[in-house]
């Protein structure tokens, strides 16, 4: 067994503050100016003005970003996938739209679907991201992409969707992985040509399980030879019990036979992010991967429910994915959050040493200073690397 010290490189500074000439102008693509000074403008309104408000109003609840769960009904059957219903009626629309306006209202900005899978009901994302777009929103669509097509591809950027996030885990699919490159290359190909004219940004996102290790690689170089960054999970098992989940025994968890090549992966990706490639991921994230998958991370400070939450399906609120299926009262779109700072953060205490959400760990990391902030900024027009981790 290949044994990773908790304290080892959890904390590890070495690679902060590395003023390198590739600093500035990471690129080994042609982004045009336009398109990353459009890309920087939109990620200043809607990310970084109202955190400079959360940080400035810092006993209101001003989250910075919102998961709308509009459908939970998916076309696929990943089998680590527990957040997806099978004939649940989707959001209404009447739904959806007051909870545009509630955000709004409490200064979020950035609204991002989540499912089961968005495009089940196409016409129903395009005329919620024209509403949420006119309404100063920045829209982050996650897809499988299956579904994608080039009226859709056209429709969506249109609406001025600002970011496609295509969730691929192999090449060619195999059994509990039916996410891969080969199945979604026409939509991938149009998507990539298309992003200039209408403006989004385009990622792979990239759950890593037991299985695909070697095909992360290889989506990482097509991403990276595309001129897209990536994004990656690491495969988690269900914090708390899911009804109709049947699949605790083969959902490519990650066991110790696999720690030696996961790790030898993730000090790959490592490197190419500290090479220039673009990635949503910190270095500090991946390297807390290590230690997820063998049990030994240590409490992190989780932000959900202060500044990121989701909406369920009914406007109803939770924290964050991993307790979606949490039967407690987190408050919703009509009577507002019930959101208890003090109470959160007892529960982040148990939770989080058994959780790495990909989405969370990077808001607490971006969020954690001005520098940082500012970094994640520059990632939307592609500006900087990631070295200063
Ligand atoms: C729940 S899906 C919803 C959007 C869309 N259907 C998709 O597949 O991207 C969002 C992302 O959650 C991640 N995910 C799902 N189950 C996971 C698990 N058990 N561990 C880690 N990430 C997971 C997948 O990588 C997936 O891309
Ligand atoms: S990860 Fe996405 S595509 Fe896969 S089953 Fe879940 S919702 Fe569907
Ligand atoms: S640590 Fe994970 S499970 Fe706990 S609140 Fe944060 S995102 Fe949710």
Same mark, same amino acid.
């Given at each position: 067994m290949v044994a990773a010290s908790k304290?080892? &490189?959890?904390?590890?500074?070495? %690679? &902060?503050?590395?003023?390198?000439? %590739?600093?500035?102008?990471?690129?080994t693509h042609n982004k045009s100016k336009n398109y990353q000074f459009s890309n920087f403008t939109r990620a200043y309104r809607s990310w970084f003005v109202p955190y400079l408000k959360t940080r400035i109003h810092s006993h209101e609840f001003r989250p910075l970003l919102s998961f709308l769960y509009t459908d939970l009904n998916c076309n696929l059957n990943c089998h680590y996938c527990y957040c997806r219903g099978k004939k649940i009626p989707g959001m209404t629309m009447q739904v959806a739209k007051d909870a545009v306006k509630w955000l709004q209202s409490v200064g979020c900005r950035v609204l991002a679907y989540m499912g089961?899978?968005?495009?089940?009901?196409k016409d129903f994302i395009i005329e919620l991201t024209r509403y949420a777009v006119k309404n100063g929103f920045f829209v982050y669509l996650p897809t499988n992409?299956?579904?994608?097509d080039k009226p859709f591809i056209d429709d969506i950027g249109e609406a001025g969707i600002s970011v496609i996030n295509l969730a691929v885990d192999a090449i060619d699919g195999y059994k509990g992985i039916p996410k891969y490159f080969n199945r979604i290359k026409p939509q991938f190909q149009y998507l990539v040509q298309q992003e200039k004219k209408y403006g989004y940004i385009t990622f792979f996102n990239i759950n890593i399980t037991k299985n695909n290790v070697t095909d992360a690689k290889k989506l990482t170089e097509i991403a990276h030879s595309h001129g897209i960054g990536t994004d990656y999970h690491i495969n988690e098992p269900p914090q708390i019990e899911y009804q109709d989940?049947?699949?605790?025994?083969?959902?490519?968890w990650i066991t110790e036979a696999e720690y030696y090549e996961v790790d030898n992966l993730l000090d790959w990706i490592i490197q190419k992010n500290l090479e220039g490639y673009t990635m949503v991921n910190s270095v500090k994230h991946l390297r807390a991967m290590k230690l997820f998958i063998r049990h030994q991370l240590p409490a992190w400070p989780c932000m959900a429910g202060m500044y990121s939450m989701i909406i369920r399906l009914d406007g109803s609120f939770a924290p964050c994915f991993e307790l979606y299926?949490?039967?407690?009262?987190?408050?919703n779109i009509y009577d507002g959050h019930k959101f208890d700072p003090e109470k959160l953060s007892r529960q982040k205490q148990k939770c989080s040493p058994h959780c790495l959400s990909t989405c969370n760990f990077q808001v607490s990391h971006y969020s954690s200073s001005l520098i940082y902030s500012l970094q994640w900024l520059a990632k939307h027009a592609d500006l900087l690397t990631d070295t200063f981790w």
């Open positions: 304290e080892s &490189k959890f904390f590890d500074d070495r %690679h &902060k503050w590395n003023p390198l000439p %590739h600093y500035f102008y990471n690129k089961g899978e968005p495009l089940v009901r992409g299956i579904l994608m989940f049947d699949h605790e025994q083969d959902g490519a299926g949490s039967n407690e009262d987190w408050g």
